[in-house]
């Protein structure tokens, strides 16, 4: 079960490893397995049908973004809690509104996420 302490800290470290552009930080977060769905895959991976999974295709796939966005910064507006998930709201590149929902295993990694945009 996800508690508040679980997700405020989570939270923080991950805004912190994207907003630091450190990759390495950001998927550590993750299982080696994860699966990442995003309407922003889809521009780099189109036959991916939008979701990418394992460590090596989604870091690439974000090193890339980092590349494109230099100036990338998350601005954290809220988060909340589920039994094994969590998601956030955020403003993400190019001033986006975003949702990003996180489920985890018991060790207190993501095993899937999902970012939804406005």
């Given at each position: 079960?996800?508690?508040?302490e679980f997700?405020?800290?989570f939270?923080h470290?991950?805004?912190e490893?994207?907003n630091?552009?450190?990759?390495?930080?950001?998927?550590?977060h993750y299982?080696?397995?994860?699966?990442?769905?995003?309407?922003?895959i889809?521009a780099?991976?189109p036959?991916?049908?939008?979701t990418?999974?394992?460590?090596?295709?989604v870091g690439?796939?974000?090193?890339?973004?980092?590349?494109?966005?230099?100036?990338?910064?998350?601005?954290?507006?809220?988060?909340?809690?589920?039994?094994d998930?969590l998601?956030?709201?955020y403003?993400s590149?190019?001033?986006?509104?975003?949702?990003?929902?996180?489920?985890?295993?018991?060790?207190g990694?993501?095993?899937?996420a999902a970012?939804?945009y406005?």
């Amino acid at each position: 079960m996800i508690d508040t302490e679980f997700a405020e800290r989570f939270v923080h470290e991950w805004i912190e490893a994207w907003n630091n552009h450190d990759l390495d930080a950001v998927l550590s977060h993750y299982s080696d397995d994860f699966e990442m769905s995003s309407p922003f895959i889809i521009a780099f991976s189109p036959e991916s049908g939008g979701t990418l999974r394992g460590k090596d295709a989604v870091g690439a796939y974000w090193s890339v973004a980092l590349e494109k966005f230099s100036d990338l910064h998350f601005v954290l507006e809220n988060v909340f809690v589920g039994a094994d998930s969590l998601a956030i709201s955020y403003t993400s590149v190019l001033d986006k509104k975003a949702v990003e929902v996180f489920f985890f295993d018991d060790k207190g990694k993501v095993v899937k996420a999902a970012a939804h945009y406005s």
